[in-house]
């Protein structure tokens, strides 16, 4: 069984940062690509960044670029996402997901099979 356990978000200004962090309790960790979704209120799951098994090569949506970083330490088994540069539109509730796909094909909510309990994130203007 993947265990996700997330840390880290809470309230920030415009302009500051955050961080977050995904710990994941499985000896497969090394296997799953890994990503970070975003949740408003009234929207769906929206994509922020990805990472793949071995830690050199991500993506990231437009609207984070430059400003989010995402990265995985394989010693600790643990993901996380540096957000500076914080606007008000990044307020929402943060999802770690494991993939179980490759990584090229691993996009959407439904690619990832395991999740994190969500961690929310609020910027104020």
């Known amino acids: 069984q993947v265990q996700l356990v997330q840390t880290g978000g809470g309230l920030a200004q415009a302009g500051g940062s955050l961080g977050l962090s995904c710990a994941v309790s499985?000896?497969?960790?090394?296997?799953?690509?890994m990503a970070w979704f975003r949740q408003s209120p009234g929207k769906e799951h929206e994509f922020v960044a990805k990472i793949n098994t071995s830690g050199g090569a991500s993506q990231y949506a437009d609207s984070v670029k430059g400003r989010f970083t995402i990265s995985r330490d394989v010693i600790r088994n643990t993901i996380y996402l540096q957000m500076n540069n914080l606007k008000p539109e990044d307020t929402g509730v943060y999802f770690c997901a494991a993939s179980v796909r490759s990584w090229f094909l691993s996009e959407k909510p439904s690619d990832f099979a395991y999740w994190g309990q969500g961690t929310q994130v609020t910027v104020s203007s």
């Open positions: 499985a000896r497969t960790f090394s296997s799953h690509p």
